[in-house]
């Protein structure tokens, strides 16, 4: 019995570690519904298949161990490609791409969801409230040292205060990472 009770505890540890190797990547949708079960906010990475500067994002900052762990604990994670063909249900509304063009080389259609939430350029990272309203859009690679400030600000709702381009600048200044 106590062997039994050790293998159990070893193969929980073992997942528990293997759950922090990589983000919990859902679609939209998901994490929506996620949201109505357990409010959380949504954290979302705008990508596109083309996009050199999306891929570093998945290799160098995605795979960060300290990323990994924060994004998981605070946020819903949502990979959307901008040009692909998910259908998004976001407040009352169906967003698709009908413009796609199947099989066409490099760039293709923008998607609906990605023109409603006025991305202008890729990779872009969105930040979405606890009951799934758009906070703000970032444009840009992001390093994790980079990131994490946006991370954190939101997670902690410390951007309702930060009114004034004066108040960002000493948010910056004052901020103390750890990534």
Known sequence: MKKIVLLAFIVLGISQINAQKKINWMTMDEALAAQKETPKKIFMDVYTIWCGPCKMLDKNTFS????????????????????????????????????????????????FFADALNITGYPSLAFFSEDGVIIQAITGYKTPEQLEIFLKMIASDDYLKLTTAEAWQEYQENFKGTF
């Open 64 to 111: 960060d161990k300290n990323v990994i762990k924060f994004i998981n604990e605070n946020y819903y994670a949502v990979k959307f490609n901008a040009e692909g063909t998910e259908e998004i249900n976001y407040q009352d509304f169906k967003y698709t791409n009908p413009n796609y063009q199947e099989g066409r080389k490099g760039r293709n259609a923008t998607h």
